[in-house]
């Protein structure tokens, strides 16, 4: 295998500049309720135990590449581990005090839905679990952190996929109505506290993953016209959501952001001298990163290469701000055989120098650069980065070192070239537990030592983002102090 620790490319980088950003740009790291939180009686938490109790904790022979069915080495993990995650419940203050030590002065998390209806008969959300949430905004509160919340990311209730009528899950009648009592709920308990929403989690790796590869719940495999539903729904939920949470705010006289966290990817032909690499390059670019986003700028859902076409009401120009998650180049490769199907590299093994991560997502900072000036080309709306980083087990995490200068460098150039950009929030704070992966990826800027009293020590990475908050970006004092790998 090639050794994925190698030297970046040539990225045009401002190396000779002050890459600076405004005094009230937001620098921050993530969280989701699935990966950091104890537990719930969610449908990822019955997943996971299934997958103990039938022993799936395998994983495909390629890194990256799970396995329908199965989440990657947890039985590695002590039951204690998997029950607490990273033990977030406990020490959640200390993590915050962290972060504001760092620098950071936002941080994303989610609300967990099943937390607060745990049951389906749950009339109203356990006080308890309304508590928990509020103890959490004290803590950003006191540190001066700006809560960046959002309502769906992945997790869903376990009674939510209940059969009624035949239908589960967000195919349910009642499906919508039971997301918007939830936010209602949110909105009762923390509106006045919260102006930066996000909705929806990156809608189509929930979908790609869930429906088509059989690798989240609800683990089918489905093709593009078996999720057509789920798509639309998910459109009425983020249309429902962004009413309801501007009507409060309308209604108490304060300022609401309310937008979508989208997966983005750089697409390229793996065989640049085939035709229809690119061309499939360019139709899976288009499905999996524009065509959600389209729908919510005209309120028409239009499917690539299908004869679907959906006027959702209520839907158009629900994005005050769009959300970029971004994890690198994937590439595209074509088979006439079945032209519906590219087969989807994370790498090019015919570059022999091409960073990758532990997963083998091939690093590609200045991606970061073309998604942003392209949405910001296509929507003329506020962006947010809400993702970014990289699975680095190292101690010394050299990869994720580079990876923060060079992405925060482009995102750096997207803004001098007219991108309206508004913060960078690093995936992860910690390390946690990352879906079909478990525990193997280590994504976080603080590390956390799972089976030592989930002892968190913060990685050279988080030093590096530290100076680079101070300096309101990067330097060329930083770009020389840093190590090249």
């Known amino acids: 295998m090639i ?22 740009f937001l620098w921050g790291a993530a969280s989701a309720s699935q990966h950091v939180e104890h537990q719930q009686p969610s449908d990822w938490t019955t997943f996971e135990r299934q997958a103990i109790n039938l022993g799936n904790t395998s994983t495909d022979t390629r890194p990256g590449y799970a396995l329908p069915g199965h989440i990657n080495s947890l039985d590695s993990v002590s039951a204690n581990v998997r029950l607490k ?7 959640f203050d200390e993590d915050f005090s962290l972060a504001s030590k760092l620098g950071h002065n936002t941080h994303r998390f989610s609300i967990c839905w099943a937390r607060l209806f745990p049951t389906r008969d749950s009339i109203t959300p356990a006080p308890e679990a309304i508590k928990f949430y509020h103890d959490i905004l004290d803590s950003l509160e006191k540190y001066r952190i700006t809560p960046f919340v959002t309502l769906f990311h992945f997790s869903s209730p376990h009674w939510f996929w209940d ?21 209602h709920s949110v909105l009762d308990a923390y509106g006045d506290r919260i102006t930066h929403w996000t909705t929806l989690n990156e809608p189509m790796t929930y979908i790609y993953n869930g429906y088509m590869q059989g690798i989240f719940p609800p683990l089918e495999k489905r093709d593009i016209n078996g999720v057509v539903t789920v798509i639309e729904q998910l459109l009425k939920a983020h249309a429902v ?45 288009q499905a999996f990163i524009w065509d959600f986003m389209d729908a919510i700028n005209t309120g028409i859902l239009k499917i690539t290469n299908t004869n679907i076409k959906k006027n959702i009401a209520g839907l158009a120009g629900t994005q005050d701000y769009i959300g970029i998650n971004f994890y690198g180049r994937f590439y595209v490769k074509s088979s006439l055989l079945n032209i519906s199907q590219p087969e989807i590299h994370f790498y090019n093994p015919k570059i022999s120098d091409e960073t990758r991560s532990d997963l ?24 947010y980065v809400l993702e970014n980083g990289l699975a680095d087990r190292e101690a010394d995490d050299l990869r994720r070192q580079n990876f923060l200068v060079d992405h925060i460098d482009q995102m750096w150039l997207a803004k001098e070239n007219g991108v309206d950009v508004r913060g960078y929030i690093h995936w992860s704070l910690t390390d946690n ?23 968190r020590t913060p990685k050279p990475s988080a030093a590096l983002y530290h100076q680079i908050i101070k300096d309101r970006g990067v330097t060329p004092q930083t770009r020389y102090r840093l190590k090249r790998i």
């Open 3 to 24: 050794d994925p620790r190698r030297k970046l490319p040539n990225l045009q980088q401002s190396s000779k500049h002050n890459a600076r950003f405004d005094h009230d």
């Open 241 to 285: 959501a962004y009413k309801l949470i501007h009507d409060h705010a309308n209604r108490k006289n304060l300022s609401a952001k309310v937008g979508i966290a989208k997966h983005t990817r750089t697409f390229q032909a793996l065989r640049i001298w085939a035709p229809l690499d690119t061309i499939s390059s360019k139709a899976v670019e």
């Open 360 to 383: 083998d997502w091939a690093v590609y900072p200045r991606g970061l650069y073309e998604i942003l000036l392209a949405t910001h080309k296509r929507y003329k709306v506020p962006i």
């Open 85 to 91: 995650k990273t033990n977030f419940d406990f020490v």
């Open 433 to 455: 537990f990352e879906w079909a992966e478990g525990f193997t990826a280590r994504f976080g800027l603080i590390g956390i030592e799972y089976e030592n009293n989930f002892k």
């Open 163 to 183: 059969e009624t009528d035949g239908k589960r899950g967000w195919e349910r009648e009642d499906a919508i109505e039971h997301f918007e009592k939830f936010v």
